[in-house]
Nanobody, 125 residues
Framework: QVQPVESGGGLVQPGGSLRLSCAAS????????VGWFRQGPGTEREFVAG????????YYGDSMRERFSTFNDTVSGAVFLDMNTLNPEDTAVYYC??????????????????WGQGTQVTVSS
């Protein structure tokens, strides 16, 4: 089974940008949808963005499209999340997840089978 592995988190100043990576371990993302979720302090996990590997269809959570962009790279076999104009409210653990949203919407956790450990993003001056 494919295991997603996140990287790229860290500390960034308000207004800054960051790119997260999600690599496939033990398999590939071919045939799957790869989603990004985040969970901030004291909040529920929320959908950020997702991309279907075959065809490259992209999905975004409410208000995420304005500053976040996700895409897949067929050369590296990874998925990326570009985050721009970050603010302290974006501070969260960001998770990469893999699934095939058929019975459940792509924006819901239950659509995904495999989850990464998460990478911390902290936006602070």
């Amino acid at each position: 089974q494919v295991q997603p592995v996140e990287s790229g988190g860290g500390l960034v100043q308000p207004g800054g940008s960051l790119r997260l990576s999600c690599a496939a371990s033990g398999g590939t993302f071919v045939g799957y949808t790869v989603g990004w979720f985040r969970q901030g302090p004291g909040t529920e996990r929320e959908f950020v963005a997702g991309v279907r590997w075959s065809g490259g269809n992209r999905y975004y959570g409410d208000s995420m499209r304005e500053r976040f962009s996700t895409f897949n790279d067929t050369v590296s076999g990874a998925v990326f999340l570009d985050m721009n104009t970050l603010n302290p409210e974006d501070t969260a653990v960001y998770y990469c997840a893999v699934g095939r949203p058929i019975m459940s919407p792509v924006t819901t956790e239950r659509a995904y089978y495999y989850w990464g450990q998460g990478t911390q993003v902290t936006v602070s001056s």
